[in-house]
Antibody, heavy 117, light 108 residues
Framework: QVQLVQSGAEVKKPGASVKVSCKAS????????ISWVRQAPGQGLEWMGW????????NYAQKLQGRVTMTTDTSTSTAYMELRSLRSDDTAVYYC??????????WGQGTLVTVSS | EIVMTQSPATLSVSPGERATLSCRAS??????LAWYQQKPGQAPRLLIY???TRATGIPARFSGSGSGTEFTLTISSLQSEDFAVYYC??????????FGQGTKLEIK
C-alpha cells in the first residue's frame, strides 16, 4: 500500500532553516510528483509547491519563492522540503502528498515545525 | 493566482439531514476541482476529484457537482463521522494549485 512517512517535529529559531523529509513506499516513486502543503494552527490548507520525482522540475507558490527548495532522492524514494529564513508565521504542520495530476489521494502524517525564539 | 472562496464558513446541520457546501473560483477551473475532508489532528482525506468523481472508498452519500467557477459538495444524509472541515482545491493550472479557506460542518 502507498505510504508517505515524514520526519519528526522540529523547533527552530527565527531566521533558521528547516528540512523536512517524506519517504515514499508502495509505488514507483518516479511515476508521481510530490506536493507540499502546510497548515498553520487553526488555519486552512496552503499549497507550497510541487516537485516532479521523475526529473526534479519544481513549481513553488509565489509567496514562498526564494525561501523554499524542494528536492528528491530517487535512490531512497524520499522527497525533501527546505524552508529558510524562518519566521513565526511559518509555524505549521507540513504535509507531503502524492500528486495524481493535481489532486492528492495519499498524504504523509504531517510534521509540526515550530518557530520560536 | 486563482482564488477559491468557500461558503458558508460554518454550517450547522442535524444528523440525517442533507448538507450542501459551496466553492467558487475567481476564474474558470473547468472540472479540475477536488474536495477534501479533514478531522482534527489528521491529514486531509480526498473525497472527490474531477469535480464529481468519488475517490476510492468514499461512500455514495458524498457527491460533487459543478464546472467552471461554481461547485457544490453534497452530503445526502449526515452521519456522525461526517462532521469535520471540508476544503475545495483547484488544479486547473497544473502544477499551481490553491485551496479554499474551508467550511466547518458542525452538529446542529
Amino acid at each position: 500500500q502507498v505510504q508517505l512517512v515524514q520526519s519528526g517535529a522540529e523547533v527552530k529559531k527565527p531566521g533558521a532553516s528547516v528540512k523536512v523529509s517524506c519517504k515514499a513506499s508502495g509505488y514507483t516513486f518516479t511515476s508521481y510528483g510530490i506536493s507540499w502543503v502546510r497548515q498553520a494552527p487553526g488555519q486552512g490548507l496552503e499549497w507550497m509547491g510541487w516537485i516532479s520525482a521523475y526529473n526534479g522540475n519544481t513549481n513553488y507558490a509565489q509567496k514562498l519563492q526564494g525561501r523554499v527548495t524542494m528536492t528528491t532522492d530517487t535512490s531512497t524514494s524520499t522527497a525533501y522540503m527546505e524552508l529558510r529564513s524562518l519566521r513565526s508565521d511559518d509555524t505549521a504542520v507540513y504535509y507531503c502528498a502524492r500528486d495524481q495530476g493535481g489532486y492528492f489521494q495519499h498524504w504523509g502524517q504531517g510534521t509540526l515545525v515550530t518557530v520560536s525564539s | 493566482e486563482i482564488v477559491m472562496t468557500q461558503s458558508p464558513a460554518t454550517l450547522s446541520v442535524s444528523p440525517g439531514e442533507r448538507a450542501t457546501l459551496s466553492c467558487r473560483a475567481s476564474q474558470s477551473v473547468s472540472s479540475n476541482l477536488a474536495w477534501y475532508q479533514q478531522k482534527p489532528g489528521q491529514a486531509p482525506r480526498l473525497l472527490i476529484y474531477g469535480a464529481s468523481t468519488r475517490a476510492t472508498g468514499i461512500p455514495a452519500r458524498f457527491s460533487g457537482s459543478g464546472s467552471g467557477t461554481e461547485f457544490t459538495l453534497t452530503i445526502s444524509s449526515l452521519q456522525s463521522e461526517d462532521f469535520a472541515v471540508y476544503y475545495c482545491q483547484q488544479y486547473n493550472n497544473w502544477p499551481l494549485y490553491t485551496f479554499g479557506q474551508g467550511t466547518k460542518l458542525e452538529i446542529k
